[in-house]
Structure formats: structure tokens, C-alpha cells
């Protein structure tokens, strides 16, 4: 039976993957299917690419719209982060649905095949790998079985975020998931080096052993796979990113600026509401034909910490829906600067008032800047010719290329298959 297996190394970009510090992701980069020209998706979040990488899709067409999003449940627009564990359930009551478009898990299961996901980052990013609880989905706020059946606190994933949380996920997976219970589908997803990123220098000593405990646990799932495959025939196995990082500038506290100049009643008025996603932020409105929409446009043309901003039918060109509450983007201004440790890119952020922190210095993304948007993707098995590929390639491939390995249909997707020979 054809299998696939993915691991995502959350937020480690390209550039830092390094022979000192990745000697195992370095050394399989070269004997796997590299695709050097691999880009993320807008916003360049992890909740937002883990629904982009289950479906194949750009948030236009599965609606996941960022970490954080507005929703209306009968008061008006109010902006909620999407990685805690009760959003799924709030998006559900206030749309009546979750993604709009179907997961790995759910073309598998509609194909009498099995889906298994471990992840180790928010509940948010986790679930909306399978939202409608097709397959199974391990977290440490809660896991599911089908059916969204809670499973018994004993079978669940009691880790934390960090190195060791991350090691016991994988040692498990290994064992049980692809050892066991040998799904069609099996997927790990690290919070290294993300979660220390977001909270020490890109490049610093703590940031470097994250990137190392990423390569090390990566290791230990390739050994798994290549001793149960040992020729490469039955499984595809993918190892990648969801989205790089750039090193935080200033913060814009954009509600306040937004009140100053008279575009918004007060801080937590629903006529504009701000979604903070790091080094971007959309922007919803409860009229979205309104005059409003115009007005907050041309103030933000006037301001320096803009990189640059995207209105009404442009949201179409990074993949934003053209018809809903959010009828502005924006990216925050980047620029090359190195870091101290040698680390190019910075970028402003956008305030986020539901986990407002101090982090200038720090890793973040959300945006467009050109090191966020390196996630690394490594192919192998699967006929993948080793070699580095210059194919334009995005996260939304992961998805058509697993179904296509394992003869499962696959439309209705924005991604494509990954070719098979580098070009
Ligand atoms: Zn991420």
C-alpha cells in the first residue's frame, strides 16, 4: 500500500538551513527533490498555511484568513485569535462551517483511507488541518478521533511547546504512527524552531539549537521511513516549512493610529476592525461597500510603516477573497538589514492586542518580506529525481502531490503535483 509522510519544521526558512547547525536536513537535501523556489502563502501564518497545506488551497478558497480573524456572532465584528482551541467551534456557529474546501483527510476517508496528524503548535493550527474530524488529530489542548470523537486524556499528546515536547511527539509518531498503525496519511508538525524564534534573536545560540533539535527529530522520522521502505517505492515523504521568519522593527499599535485619525469609533468598535497577523494585518469592515474602505486606504498611502497595502479586487493577486468583510491587507515595511547574528531582514509588526508582548529583536511573519516567505520543501520517494528544482512550488502543492502518490482525486485544488525531475 502507497503511503505518504510530511513533517513541517514550523517557521525554519531556507537560507538557515546550515551544515553546523542541520547536518541531517543538509545531507538529505541532497538526496531528495529540492524546490528551491518554494513560497508560502498570505498571510504567511501558521493557522493559514496549515489549512492552505491540508487542502491545497489559497485562503480565497478555504476561507482560513490568518491567525487571528473577525467574526460576527450577533454583536458585530470582533477580531479572535484563531489558535485557541474553541475557535473551530466558534467559526462553525457563526458561519456554519469551517474550511470551504475539503482536506487531505476528507478526500482519504471518502477514498476508505486513513489520516493522521501530530501537531505540536496552537490547537487553531492543528485542528484546521482536519476541522470536521475526518481522521485523527493529536494536540496537547485536546485529540480528536473521527467523528471529532475527544479521545481519553491517557491517548492524548500531553507535550509542550519547545525541544522536549517536540522529541517525545516524534519518537511517538514514529513508533506508533508509522510503525503501527501505518496510515495513508501521517503528518508531524514541530514547534521548532518557531517557538523559540518568536522569542529569541534569529541566529542566536537558542535559535540555532532549535533549528538542530528540528534536524535531529526530522532524522529520526526519516530512519523510520527508510527502514520501512528501504527502496523508496511505497512512501512519499515530504519535509518542509510552513513559512520563514524576519526579525521584528518597530511595533504599530494600528487600531490607536486608526481612532487618532478619525477612521475608527474606538479601539473595539466593529465599524473597522484590525486582524493582526504578525507583519501583516487585514483589515474587516462591517460595511465592506462602504465609503470607509476608500478612506482607510488613502490614509495608509500617507504612512512611512506601510510596506504596502492591498484594496477591494487587488486582495485577489495574494490570494485573498474579493467578496468578503476584509476588503484591506497589508504588509508592514521590511527591510534588509542584518540582525546581530548575521541574519538578514526586518520587518514592522502590527500590535496584537490579544497576546501583546515585547518582541523587537525577535522572529516574526504574517507578510510578504522575501525571508518569511522561504519555507524549505524536501521530496523523496515517490519517483522524485534528486536534484534542486527551480519550479515555482507553494505550500498548496503539498496536498495535489500526496493525493496524486497515493491515486486519490484531487479537485478543485489552486495547487498542482510537484514535478517528478528537477529543471
Ligand atoms: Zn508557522
Known amino acids: 500500500m502507497k503511503r505518504a509522510v510530511i513533517v513541517i519544521c514550523d517557521s525554519l526558512r531556507t537560507d538557515l538551513i546550515t551544515p553546523s547547525d542541520s547536518p541531517f536536513l543538509t545531507e538529505l537535501g541532497q538526496r531528495s527533490a529540492r524546490f528551491a523556489s518554494h513560497a508560502g502563502v498570505f498571510p504567511s ?3 493559514t498555511s496549515a489549512a492552505s497545506i491540508a487542502t491545497g488551497c489559497l485562503p480565497a478558497r478555504h476561507g482560513l484568513l490568518g491567525n487571528t480573524m473577525a467574526l460576527d456572532e450577533g454583536d458585530g465584528l470582533v477580531c479572535l485569535s484563531v489558535g485557541r482551541p474553541d475557535f473551530r467551534d466558534r467559526l462553525h456557529r457563526a458561519t456554519g462551517r469551517t474550511l470551504h474546501a475539503p482536506t487531505m483527510a ?9 489520516a493522521i496528524a501530530f501537531s505540536n503548535v496552537s490547537p487553531g493550527a492543528a485542528y484546521f488541518l482536519d476541522p470536521d474530524g475526518y481522521g485523527w488529530v493529536y494536540n ?3 485529540s480528536y478521533g473521527p467523528g471529532r470523537r475527544p479521545l481519553p486524556a491517557e491517548d492524548g499528546l500531553a507535550i509542550a511547546k519547545g525541544e522536549a515536547g517536540d522529541t517525545v511527539a516524534t519518537e511517538r509518531f514514529c513508533e506508533e504512527v508509522l510503525r503501527r498503525r501505518a496510515p495513508a496519511l501521517a503528518l508531524l508538525w514541530l514547534s521548532e524552531p518557531d517557538y523559540t524564534g518568536h ?3 534569529l541566529g542566536s545560540p537558542a535559535h540555532r539549537r532549535a533549528i538542530a533539535s528540528a534536524d535531529a527529530n526530522v532524522r529520526r522520522v526519516a530512519e523510520t521511513v527508510a527502514a ?6 511505497r512512501i512519499l515523504f515530504l519535509v518542509g516549512s510552513d513559512h520563514g521568519m ?6 504599530i499599535d494600528l487600531d490607536t493610529r486608526l481612532v487618532e485619525a478619525g477612521l475608527k469609533r474606538a479601539a473595539t468598535s466593529s465599524d473597522v476592525v484590525v486582524a493582526p497577523n504578525g507583519t501583516a494585518a487585514l483589515l474587516y469592515f462591517a460595511d465592506p461597500k462602504g465609503a470607509l474602505v476608500g478612506e482607510v486606504a488613502r490614509f495608509l498611502e500617507t504612512q512611512d510603516w506601510v510596506g504596502r497595502a492591498f484594496v477591494g479586487s487587488e486582495l485577489a493577486e495574494i490570494g485573498l477573497p474579493t467578496d468578503s468583510a476584509v476588503q484591506i491587507a497589508l504588509t508592514l515595511k521590511p527591510d534588509d538589514r542584518v540582525n546581530p547574528h548575521g541574519v538578514p531582514g526586518h520587518s514592522h509588526i502590527v500590535r496584537d492586542s490579544l497576546e501583546p508582548k515585547e518582541c523587537t529583536g525577535f522572529g516574526q511573519h504574517g507578510g510578504l518580506g522575501s525571508n518569511e516567505q522561504r519555507p524549505f520543501l524536501l521530496a523523496s520517494g515517490s519517483s522524485f529525481v534528486p536534484g534542486v528544482y527551480r519550479h515555482r512550488s507553494s505550500l498548496v502543492d503539498i496536498a495535489p502531490t500526496v493525493l496524486q502518490h497515493l491515486g486519490v482525486g484531487m479537485a478543485g485544488m489552486d495547487g498542482r503535483p510537484l514535478p517528478r525531475h528537477p529543471a
Do not use: C, M, Y
Not at 524576519?246 to 511595533?251: A, C, I, L
Open 199 to 201: 522569542h529569541t534573536p
Open 228 to 233: 520501512l521502505d528501504p527502496a523508496g517505492e
Open 140 to 142: 496537547a489542548a485536546g
Open 246 to 251: 524576519e526579525t521584528v522593527d518597530q511595533t
Open 106 to 114: 476528507e478526500r482519504l476517508d471518502g477514498a476508505g483511507e486513513t
Open 45 to 47: 501564518t501558521t493557522r
